[in-house]
């Protein structure tokens, strides 16, 4: 790496952590239903949503209707947004007259953008009219992400409080979810990126004149609006098919930064907010550093693998420049504007915080280069992770080290005062394992078929890498994706439909459980034998079992993909 891109992801770290405690201890304010510096503005109208909608305010849940309410929420939306995506050419603000989407791909559409995932086997300019774009995705962008916060607030509940049997309302989390935290700041990032030169308007398509003499086409449309909550709900679907490379979704350098910033601005606060709110900011500190740590380690990883070049290519005597003028680079698939260093730290962040949007194609990353977002999303994105998803499911990872630090003494462990025993782990076991079979299990289908190896544009180790990345990406909720596999087929819609739908709700039903039961317990005064959670050595020990556990099971198919494509080094393309 140069010391431009050291210094870059200095800054970008940086400005993360400085964020992290202001917006996450006003996160946490509003969850606590104190008044806001917003309060006079928003409160009005959170009161009217509750008055329409019939939520007392003051009434809780337990966590078996809290977790029904989230499974009825979802279902809805998943039926409305699959309505509008079946009866598109007959709605409104369609100036190209697209017609109706497909049944799989209207199902694989509906599936990812409510579960906050965003995958897309389709390319939003020749697909999606502006009312789908804007009622049906912008929409459930917002929702969706409220959705992994709320849970999150519910599992906080039941690791603070005890001897109790609620976990709150879900209707009040998620609107003020929306109403205080996502919609203000989606505002600021919208305006924002305007003023970069981001459209937003409701124009037809623009046929124009190339340099060149031929025509182009180019796309039009309410782009802002949804890129703005497509960073900071960490959903991660463009506007374009482009994503983020597309001049129209990202101009400038600024506004690369600040959609860059956006998307971990939420996660990094939450885990602040979380240790805050279990009464320990000792320990979301401790958090936010081991999570740092392993973010910074991917982010070297890829800046050098990258920066070093492609070494098929140096086998071949091809020069390779870099970005910065510099041999060796390799700038395939990257925006020469972006360079190597912003392309790289967007893509191990995109991939740390289940955004899954890219300013660069990670299909043409070098084969180390691309095994650091494939092995990120393996983690089940827990580097910070998703809007609220990122953090409760981290919450599985400090039960199983808190566990295992019980085994070390020979004692039951302890968290947070409460002891953690047989269901608990369970439920978090039952989750850390289902991810990696719903990976491993629907890949082994996809080589073993040739209506899996039909969709691939590459042979050998590299077309496993980009079917492994696909149900990765599904499974976790990321949505980005390995450009050479074609996967809006009926294969890949369903089976990464399927995927994305078990990998959500699995683990948002495992951590109910698991605040459930918690939330009943009381707490037990801390001994010689209680492990502490808010020191260097457990933030050691939380990092190694995200390593371990989460990447451990998927190296042997890591070493049949990308780690066999990068010691082949025989000039051999795929």
Known sequence: MTTIEWGQLALYTAVLLL?????????????????????????????????????????????????????????????????????????????????????????????????????????????????????????????????????????????????????GNFWVDLTRSVLYILLPLSLLVAIFLVSQGVIQNFAAYKQVATLEGPTQVLGMGPAAAQLAIKQLGTNGGGFFNANSAHPFENPTAWSNLVEMLAILLIPVASVYMYGRMVGSTKHGWVLVGAMTALMLLGAVIVGYAEQTGNPNLEAVGVTQVAGNGQLGGNMEGKEQRFGIGNSTIWAVTTTDASNGSVNSMHDSYTALGGLMPLANIATSEVIFGGVGSGMYGAVLYILLTVFIAGLMVGRTPEYLGKKVEAREMKSAMVALLIFPLLILGWSAIGVAQSFGTDALNNAGPHGLSEILYAFSSGAANNGSAFAGLGANTTFYNLGIGINILVGRFIFIVAVMVIAGTMVEKRRVPASLGTFPVDGVTFGGLFAGVILIVGLLTFFPAFALGPIVEHLMRSGTLF
């Open 19 to 167: 964020a992290a405690k202001p917006l996450g201890s006003y996160m946490a304010t509003v969850y606590e239903g104190r008044r806001t510096w917003l309060h006079p503005i928003v409160r009005p109208l959170e009161a009217v949503t509750y008055r329409l909608s019939g939520v007392h305010e003051e009434s809780e849940q337990d966590w078996r209707r809290y977790l029904f309410a989230v499974l009825a929420f979802n279902l809805l939306g998943f039926l409305m947004l699959y309505l509008i995506l079946r009866t598109q050419g007959s709605l409104p603000l369609n100036p190209q007259h697209f017609p109706a989407v497909k049944p799989s791909l209207a199902f694989n559409t509906a599936v990812s953008f409510v579960t906050n995932t965003n995958w897309q086997s389709y390319g939003g300019e020749t697909t999606l009219s502006y009312f789908s774009q804007m009622v049906g995705l912008t929409f459930q962008n917002f929702v969706s992400a409220a959705v992994g916060m709320a849970i999150l607030v519910a599992v906080i509940r039941g690791l603070a409080r005890h001897s109790a049997h609620t976990l």
